[in-house]
C-alpha cells in the first residue's frame, strides 16, 4: 500500500482506540476540564503515533557466532621442548637422589 494510506489507516486506528477508551472509562466523570484534555491530547498523540517505529523493540537478536575465527586443525601451533628430556634413570641417578633426600630429611 501507499504509505499515506498506511498512516492514514494507523491514525484512524489509534484515534479509535481513544475515543473507545474515553466512552468506557471517561465519559461519566463530571470534571469536563479533563474530559477536554484527555480529547485533545489523544487526537494529537493519535497523529503522532504512527511515525514512532516500535519494531526495533520486539526484535530478537541472535547471538553473532564468529567461525572464521577458529582455529583450525591444519593451522595448530605445536609446541617443542626448550632443552632435552632425559630418557633413561641411571642408578647413579638413584643414589644422588637419596642422598638429597636424606640430608633433606635431616636439616629439617
Do not use: C
Not at 24 to 41: A, D, G, I, K
Not at 82 to 107: A, C, E, I
Amino acid at each position: 500500500m501507499n504509505g499515506i494510506m498506511i498512516y492514514s489507516l494507523q491514525t484512524i486506528i489509534s484515534a479509535g482506540l481513544f475515543i473507545l477508551i474515553y466512552h468506557l472509562f471517561v465519559r461519566n466523570s463530571n470534571t469536563y476540564n479533563w474530559n477536554r484534555f484527555y480529547l485533545l491530547t489523544t487526537m494529537i498523540l493519535s497523529l503522532f503515533l504512527p511515525l514512532i517505529d516500535v519494531s526495533g523493540w520486539f526484535t530478537i537478536e541472535k547471538p553473532t557466532i564468529l567461525y572464521n575465527t577458529m582455529i583450525k586443525i591444519d593451522q595448530a601451533i605445536t609446541v617443542v621442548p626448550f632443552r632435552q628430556v632425559q630418557s633413561s634413570f641411571s642408578v647413579s641417578d638413584f643414589f644422588n637422589y637419596r642422598l638429597l633426600g636424606y640430608r633433606w630429611f635431616v636439616t629439617h
